[in-house]
């Protein structure tokens, strides 16, 4: 089968003929396992340019890999969540206080400490 370039608008918006959707038909009753992928082309998109977006939100291009080479390489969940607070500049200043009086190494084990004295 010949190479064919296109961009991802120009295969969009082309219509399939009958031959084609025979041809993927056929395909579409097979197995994955039995389909050749080896001659599918290699998808490049620049990052940033927005058409890599588009792609992974219409469904026409999958991201995999995540994770590092390896299972289960990468970084691991911490188990904690990210949340944003308004806090007044004196409670920043107690909080501030209160980790430096009990040695914790940042800010944010200072609210944790003080959230665990409210529940006991």
Known sequence: MPTIKTTLAE???RKLTAADKARLAKLAAK???EIDFSDQP??????GSGQADAAIADGALRVVGRGGKRAGAGRRALGKTRKTVKLSPAAVRRLEAYARRHKLPHFSAAIEAASELLVK
């Open 31 to 33: 197995p994955d396992a």
């Open 11 to 13: 295969t969009k918006a």
């Open 42 to 47: 290699e998808i490049i998109l620049r990052h």
